[in-house]
């Protein structure tokens, strides 16, 4: 690898889309006003670019050489040793990240160009929303090119205020203005734990750089010599994964992402779904060191990971809202990347995080081509049979859905597929939980499709339902390849290019630290007794082997198909179906559609005592403390007042004071 070339990339990754946004700022309110787009698109693919170039070099550099740090300058130095310096990290998972975030950056930008003009002009804001957008580019590149956990820090905390700015972009309308307010609170508990846990590396290892931090871990000694105690490396990776439960939208923080949908559709593609909520994973998987380091800690963080994708799962099976099942979607997935991550199959939880981003942002922008067809309604009660008006956006919906269902050969089957099989060879229990998760998306998923597209046409009264263009289907016929597509570079066929090129960054965390690594041999060997078994039985070698190695991949697809043909069957062949469950299951069915209660709880637990203490605080302020400042006041005050009676301003008062003084005085005087 050149390291010129390298930082060059790195440069030009980080500068090109600021330096976008800052130009939207300036010069587009008052020069390009509708032509902003142009700036953002020429940073966002200038970023785009550099990140192609950069994976090629690593990609294409020797075995043992692709891990690169390289200083930019020293930020604050300390002597001749620099404390908190300014560096890129260069590795397989960097290039991997950079090279989804800007492509997926990229069409989303695109797209954007149409869909933020209303009847051809740019809307209000048109020149402020493309340089947020630029923006957060900056600012997710910066997270994933930082080369140690303050640089992380900036710039998770640099995305959560892009988010904030986006999905408050209406800040007129009040569920926009309450999403965004709610989307940055609930983040600032996680982030909370998250600092607390750089405050605590700091102080035990003396340094920030990643490198540093992971070998003092691995050895199992801190900066003072001293061994490093299972329950500090414990508190450590938990209060990480405070943050990434914040940041990726994991349970018990999750509630910010739906209500997050009242942003543009580009922004739920961009943000809260293909880049910023994973932001967790890539976090969790960078420090695979400290989290491999604990074992509870890689349990809590496989809990949480499945409780998460089946607890959304089951949400989304009775919302009406396509963004809100999308939003559910996209915890329910999130959920599988962590579970992934906690039963030591990183590899495999980056590359469904790969293969999600293609078709999870195909599906927002495809609800965003639905929604700017019907004026802005997204309800799949008010329309319907929109296969017959949006062919194109149908086709293109109907792909990313099948790539969420996980139908076979596409892409998201690959990849969840490989999450489920290291789940279950963990824990039974996990594994069955994501089997379960894998039925049911699949019947949520195309109960969106039929709902959507099948049936008569309906649209909304005074709607004109009209294919989107070419600016907003070139982005979903791209998107589409990649659905289709992006799985087979992680799949035996094509050389698992994506898993050996993955390996140099997690083989002395989460493989060499795997339980079931030193089983594997025994694993095999008892795979081979079994085709030996069953081949005694007069079953063909081959086809045992077949069994053994492909049985839960063909289990998997069978689950995705029975899935959509159980969505068929009550949302197109027997309608009825759906409202005789809704009627015979009332409590069960205002559980999902209320989300479990949990916004309820959160408010009479938390939100409503915090505003009576608020309240109180106030009062006071009001009665307490600003009486006993009147107190203090009210004694020269009232002295004052009996003073200024005798300031009257008139001659005569004042010449009867003086003959009254004169005549005390000359009393005195006599009476001594």
Known sequence: MSIETLKLCGIVILLAPFTAAVLCGALGTRLLRGSTHWLSILGVGAAFAGAVTLFANVFNAAPGATTARIPIYDWIANGTASAFRVEFLIDPLTAVMLVTVTGISLL????????MRGHGHAERGYERFFAFLALFVFSMCALVLGGNFLLLYLGWEAVGLCSYLLIGFYYAKPSAADAAKKAFLVNRVGDFGFGLAILLIYLNFGTLEYAAVFDMVQRGVLASGAPLGHGLVTAIALLLLCGACG????????VWLPDAMEGPSPVSALIHAATMVTAGIYMIARCGAIFTASPLAMAAVAAIGATT???????????????RVLAYSTISQLGYMVLGVGVFAADSAIFHLFTHAFFKALLFLGAGSVMHAMGGIIDVRNFGGLRKVLPWTCLT????????????????????????HHALRAHSLLGLMAIVT??????????????????????????HAHESGIWMLFPLFVLSLGAIGAGYVGVEATGDVFHRFLSPVFATTFVANNPLHAAGAAHAANASA??????????????ATFWVQYGLMVLSGAIAILGILAAYAVYVRG??????????????????????????????????????????????????IDGLVWLVTAIPRAFAYLLRCLQTGLVQGYAMTMVAGVAVIVLLVLWL
């Open 575 to 624: 309608p009825w179906i759906a409202g005789l469950a809704k009627a015979t299951m009332p409590g069960a069915y205002d559980a999902l559609w209320n989300k479990y209660y949990v916004d309820e709880v959160y408010d009479e637990a938390i939100v409503q005592p915090l505003r009576e203490t608020g309240r109180i605080c106030v009062g006071l302020d009001d009665y307490l």
């Open 247 to 254: 940041k990726s939208a994991q349970l018990p923080l999750h």
């Open 108 to 115: 989303v930008v695109i797209y954007s160009r149409d869909y």
């Open 397 to 420: 919906f109907v792909i990313g859905s099948l790539a969420l269902a996980g139908f076979p050969m596409l892409s998201g089957f690959f990849s969840k597929d490989e999450i489920i």
């Open 530 to 543: 079994t085709v030996h078994g069953v081949e005694a039985s007069g079953v063909t070698a081959e086809h």
């Open 309 to 323: 994708a089946l607890f959304a799962a089951t949400i989304a099976l009775v919302q009406t809202d396509v963004k």
């Open 438 to 463: 894998a039925a049911l998306t699949a019947f949520y998923t195309f109960r969106i499709v039929f709902l959507t597209f099948w049936g008569p046409l309906r649209v909304p009264e005074g709607v």
